[in-house]
């Protein structure tokens, strides 16, 4: 007698094969699915934090990145879905002005291309010293202080006692800073000679005003006049486009950025607000009329500031006169940002390569053409959110 069969038990069918396949199939869709709507992938998180920023200044606004991963062990592999590969960098070699140097240079070649750059800089200065041109003349006089102060320095306080350039006058003058009496040639020197040639610059006028060699009275004058003055330029920034356009033929980023770097160390410490220390100090402030006058003289720098260091003496001043904290905060928010940028952009911690290079030499250049806080600004409002 044939026993009976029930209906799951088909002959020559293996249930339990079955069942491992519907399981198996189960979970390969499932997994599929997970990944294709990326439940497993890492996601970043952009938090933007608002900083205290005045109307004006918000376009420049820092955004902090908050940035979230998941464990990189609770990330499942997927090889059907490979990570790309990021494309190598050009060499360093392709953007420097050696072409025979090592295509990926280790420390030592690193460090002889750095070294060449820096031998470049120094016959690109030379150059620059015996130019026909008055303005690159002066430049490269101004950059070699370091190495010949004073011969360099007399040389340019008399090429300015003849010139009718105010940038000359300018380089002149802050060469001479602090040497009027150790040197007959800064003791021709004077700072009218500028403001007469620049009668708009504040900059010129407070440099009338700081001078110990101008009687009180006129400089309270200068001073008044610096505070209806339309703009505020040093001249300090140009200092980027002067030597970028004397270049030698035939350079590279490194040797453009190496000279750049020079550069940005002559104008660390070019301050032009000096005057204001003493004309808007906290013994000058009380008096009424002078109050006016600086309330005047730190909008103007608030607004027109060629350097972050004008943004701080324009909240000083505010400070000390009794600005709202929003405007002191915006003016103490924005010069935190733009330090901080430029500390990002500048002072970075990788390796030298080419990209890194072309961003550093587009700055310095919108520096030179705009001033800093200007193109400080402007980088950090196209920068990645």
Known sequence: MRPTRIWFDTPGVRWRLVAGIVVAAT???????????????????????????????SAASAVRRVTWAAPVASM??????PLPVAAPAPSLQACSGDPAGPAAPDDAGLQALEQRARDTVDRWVAAMQTSGDDRARAAGWLLGLADDAAALRDRLA????ASRDPLVQAYAL????????????????SPQGWAQLEPDNAAAWLAVAGDPRVDPAAQLDALQRAA???????HAAALHALTQAAAPAGIGDLERVAMAREVRSARGDWLGTEALRVHCSAFATPDPNRAQVCERVADLLATRAQSVPDLLQAREIGQR???????????RDEA????AFERRSLETNEAPNCAALARQ??????????????ALRQALQRAPR
């Open 336 to 339: 935190d940002a733009l330090v």
């Open 76 to 81: 499942p592999v997927a090889a059907s879905r």
């Open 228 to 234: 209806g003055a339309g703009r505020f330029d040093t």
């Open 27 to 57: 979970l390969l869709l499932t997994v599929w699915l997970s990944y294709d709507r990326e439940l497993w992938t890492a996601r970043e998180v952009v938090v933007a934090v608002a900083p205290r920023l005045a109307p004006a200044a």
């Open 174 to 189: 802050r060469a001479c800073r602090g040497e009027s009496a150790g040197s007959s040639a800064c003791q021709a020197l």
């Open 321 to 331: 006169l009794g600005w709202p904290d929003k405007r002191l905060d915006a003016l």
């Open 158 to 161: 008399t090429l300015a006692a």
């Open 361 to 374: 030499k587009a700055l310095f250049a919108d520096i030179g053409r705009l001033g800093e806080v200007a």
